[in-house]
T-cell receptor, first 111, second 117 residues
Framework: GENVEQHPSTLSVQEGDSAVIKCTYSDSASNYFPWYKQELGKGPQLIIDIRSNVGEKKDQRIAVTLNKTAKHFSLHITETQPEDSAVYFCAQEGGGNKLTFGTGTQLKVEL | GAVVSQHPSWVICKSGTSVKIECRSLDFQATTMFWYRQFPKKSLMLMATSNEGSKATYEQGVEKDKFLINHASLTLSTLTVTSAHPEDSSFYIC?????????????FGPGTRLTVL
């Protein structure tokens, strides 16, 4: 079945530094890879996504890279701010538009 | 745009009672709605896929008679947890795909915290 591995499970960075979260997936047929940010007690919020026809996508301080050959994709956050602290989930789309989520990364941005 | 709401945001009930959770797409028509549950410090687990006017499709291991899903319109899906027990306590989250947009983009609701005493 579909499986998404996500690393690291926790990540602490100093304000202003960059943060990188990596995911590896198993379903080679998947073409859509979203990233979600979840704050405590809230639902996930889509922050960026990438489709397999591109290798990289950027939106201000957030970027995602995709390597379909290696079946991994990464989230990059630059110039981190305290409000970036949250749990981040990667996901892979499978059949029926179903999403399989990674295990999550708790990001803490310290002052 | 693409706002999804859930009601209630939290609910506490006694064991054996049933609880209904509503999921609404506020500013768009949803092709499909999905229901997830999430335990503390864990990832989201898909429970079922709901399409307007048809029966929901449940994931393996999810009891369809316990988690009743009704998708009455293009903007509303409901999840009813029947005969709730303490082990059903969880964070339930719905998502919706935007009709007319890309079917693979899911927008999530704020979640409903269910506590069964």
């Amino acid at each position: 079945g579909e499986n998404v591995e996500q690393h690291p499970s926790t990540l602490s960075v100093q304000e202003g530094d960059s943060a990188v979260i990596k995911c590896t997936y198993s379903d080679s047929a998947s073409n859509y890879f979203p990233w979600y940010k979840q704050e405590l007690g809230k639902g996930p919020q889509l922050i960026i996504d990438i489709r397999s026809n591109v290798g990289e996508k950027k939106d201000q301080r957030i970027a995602v890279t995709l390597n379909k050959t290696a079946k991994h994709f990464s989230l990059h956050i630059t110039e981190t701010q305290p409000e970036d602290s949250a749990v981040y989930f990667c996901a892979q789309e499978g059949g029926g538009n179903k999403l399989t989520f990674g295990t999550g990364t708790q990001l803490k941005v310290e002052l | 745009g693409a706002v999804v709401s859930q009601h209630p945001s939290w609910v506490i009930c006694k064991s054996g009672t049933s609880v209904k959770i509503e999921c609404r797409s506020l500013d768009f028509q949803a092709t499909t709605m999905f229901w997830y549950r999430q335990f503390p410090k864990k990832s989201l687990m898909l429970m079922a896929t709901s399409n307007e006017g048809s029966k929901a499709t449940y994931e393996q291991g999810v009891e369809k008679d316990k988690f009743l899903i009704n998708h009455a319109s293009l903007t509303l899906s409901t999840l009813t947890v029947t005969s709730a027990h303490p082990e059903d306590s969880s964070f339930y989250i719905c998502s919706a795909t935007y009709r007319g947009g890309r079917a693979d983009t899911q927008y999530f609701g704020p979640g409903t915290r269910l506590t069964v005493l």
